[in-house]
């Protein structure tokens, strides 16, 4: 089956880090582009960064530069985001998606949470 | 960053009317639109690209038109699957920007 599954979320302080994770299957990793994209809660989305199929060009959104790291494994078909100085507007869920232009491939989401 | 806009936020519509979505980008991304459906408590789903290519497995229902700053979704006959809200969504330059969504309810 061709999916996406997040993993790594949960409740973290402000200034905190956390490190999602993201396990492809049914597909070839290594010949895609593959990004995360957020959604607050009761909002919309944001596309956060992206990376190509060898990691060589990565992309952030300015309000997670030199915060956010995106990497991948194609050993391992796995996507990740580590996520540093953590703020409350990160509070979010967090979707790893296929692709650097748009999307045809959503996992579900794990939801991140930043608060004291 | 390029700003995309859509209307109405709201549209509420009986099962089997046509509904017009819209879409407007603040400056040209020719022809790199997508538009995507999300449900409550789902993942969003790919709908169409290209501003008119219907992704794998939707329904001829779903069209889209426009190029360069507007663009529209039309959903010939409404079903009761379809009530969601949908997203637009520009990937002509970085970053990557959707639109603040249309939900569409029944009437």
């Known amino acids: 089956e061709v999916q996406l599954v997040e993993s790594g979320g949960g409740l973290v302080q402000p200034g905190g880090s956390l490190r999602l994770s993201c396990a492809a299957s049914?597909?070839?990793?290594?010949?895609?582009?593959m990004s995360w994209v957020r959604q607050a809660p009761g909002k919309g989305l944001e596309w956060v960064a992206n990376?190509?199929?060898?990691?060589?060009?990565?992309y952030y959104v300015d309000s997670v530069k030199g915060r956010f790291t995106i990497s991948r494994d194609n050993a391992k078909n796995s996507l990740y985001l580590q996520m540093d100085s953590l703020r409350a507007e990160d509070t979010a869920v967090y979707y790893c998606?296929?692709?650097?232009?748009?999307?045809?491939?959503w996992g579900r989401g794990t939801l991140v949470t930043v608060s004291s | 960053e390029i700003v995309m806009t859509q209307s109405p936020a709201t549209l509420s519509v009986s099962p089997g009317e046509r509904a017009t979505l819209s879409c407007r980008a603040s400056?040209?991304?020719?022809?790199?639109l997508a538009w995507l459906q999300q449900k409550p408590g789902q993942a969003p789903r790919l709908l169409i690209s290209?501003?008119?290519t219907r992704a794998t497995g939707i329904p001829a229902r779903f069209s889209g038109s426009g190029s360069g700053t507007e663009f529209t979704l039309t959903i010939s006959s409404l079903q009761s699957e379809d009530f969601a809200v949908y997203y637009c969504?520009?990937?002509?330059?970085?970053?990557?920007?959707f639109g603040q969504g249309t939900k569409v309810e029944i009437k």
């Open positions: 998606v296929r692709g650097g232009w748009f999307s045809d491939l």
């Open positions: 990376i190509k199929q060898d990691g060589t060009e990565k």
């Open positions: 969504q520009q990937y002509n330059n970085w970053p990557r920007t």
């Open positions: 400056q040209s991304v020719s022809s790199n």
């Open positions: 049914g597909f070839n990793f290594y010949t895609s582009w």
């Open positions: 290209g501003a008119s």
